[in-house]
């Protein structure tokens, strides 16, 4: 993005505890989700948050490319992570670049430790995740739309699992950054988890936090992820009032 003088930066953070968006520093993003978005897949979801654009689509669980990759007792997880070239302000290369991977490798792990994957030995579930449009918080978006794109095809699970992104900005903790607040805050957390539990099962970090203020960030996204879970199911349970009983997670 280049070097920006102290007078680009934007004001992140007003004197009355206002963000560039006018949100406060717990409040997320408007967030929408479409269930069974597509017809082909077999569980698919759309989520808008915010400027992000995600779909996801679930195939399986079925047999495995390449072959080798398969395990006898279990199935595996596979995810591609895509940012499509129209995305972003300055258009993104396409194809796979190391980000991608990077983000794709999380997600595959994160749905790895949810889904009941010994039911399904020798077998694939593939999931697939197109940014359309990008705002901050696509590989938290990417796992929202995943995750209700799992329930979707099926496939049984330990539960949803909602993700969400916490920052250090302006020396203000907050909950759900949008583009400015992640260039040009100091630190960026995104996390999933499964919420009964409360167990983690995503959490990176860029940037630099103390400990008091890394403890604030997760309680913080732990209440974001409850708001975020309950949008979800929601999501599900539109869609299968209408279609009849929905497979997978529990109620
Ligand atoms: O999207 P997420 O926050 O999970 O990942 P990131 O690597 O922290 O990227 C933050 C944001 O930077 C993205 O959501 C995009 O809006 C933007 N970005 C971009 O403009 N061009 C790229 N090649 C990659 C990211």
């Given at each position: 993005?280049?070097?920006?003088?102290?007078?680009?930066?934007?004001?992140?953070?007003?004197?009355?505890?206002?963000?560039?968006?006018?949100?406060?520093?717990?409040?997320?993003?408007?967030?929408?989700?479409?269930?069974?978005?597509?017809?082909?897949?077999d569980?698919?979801?759309?989520?808008?948050?915010?400027?992000?654009?995600?779909?996801?689509?679930v195939y399986g669980p079925r047999e495995v490319h390449p072959r080798h990759l398969q395990q006898n007792n279990k199935a595996i997880v596979q995810c591609r992570y895509n940012?499509?070239?129209?995305?972003?302000?300055?258009?993104?290369?396409?194809g796979l670049?190391r980000?991608s991977q990077e983000i794709s490798k999380v997600i595959a792990e994160a749905f790895e430790s949810?889904i009941f994957v010994e039911e399904f030995p020798r077998t694939s579930i593939d999931v697939y995740?197109?940014?359309?449009?990008?705002?901050?918080?696509?590989?938290?978006?990417?796992?929202?739309?995943?995750?209700?794109?799992?329930?979707?095809?099926?496939i049984?699970?330990?539960?949803?699992?909602?993700?969400?992104?916490?920052?250090?900005?302006?020396?203000?903790?907050?909950?759900?950054?949008?583009?400015?607040?992640?260039?040009?805050?100091?630190?960026?957390?995104?996390?999933?988890?499964?919420?009964?539990?409360?167990?983690?099962?995503?959490?990176?970090?860029?940037?630099?936090?103390?400990?008091?203020?890394?403890?604030?960030?997760?309680?913080?996204?732990?209440?974001?992820?409850?708001?975020?879970?309950?949008?979800?199911?929601?999501?599900?349970?539109?869609?299968?009032?209408?279609?009849?009983?929905?497979?997978?997670?529990?109620?």
């Open positions: 993005m280049g070097s920006v003088g102290a007078k680009d930066v934007p004001v992140l953070m007003s004197p009355d505890g206002k963000r560039i968006d006018g949100r406060r520093a717990d409040e997320l993003r408007p967030l929408a989700i479409t269930a069974g978005a597509l017809k082909q897949a569980g698919s979801a759309f989520v808008e948050w915010g400027a992000n654009k995600v779909m996801a689509a940012m499509a070239a129209f995305s972003v302000d300055e258009r993104k290369r396409p670049d980000r949810v995740i197109e940014v359309l449009q990008a705002n901050a918080g696509t590989r938290c978006a990417g796992l929202v739309a995943a995750s209700v794109a799992l329930a979707d095809a099926g049984p699970m330990v539960d949803l699992v909602p993700a969400v992104a916490v920052g250090k900005v302006a020396d203000s903790i907050v909950l759900d950054l949008k583009k400015e607040e992640d260039n040009y805050g100091s630190a960026d957390l995104p996390m999933a988890l499964v919420p009964q539990s409360g167990r983690l099962v995503l959490l990176q970090m860029e940037g630099h936090m103390t400990r008091d203020e890394l403890h604030r960030a997760l309680d913080l996204g732990v209440a974001g992820c409850r708001k975020i879970y309950d949008v979800m199911r929601q999501a599900l349970l539109d869609k299968y009032r209408a279609d009849g009983p929905a497979p997978g997670v529990a109620a």
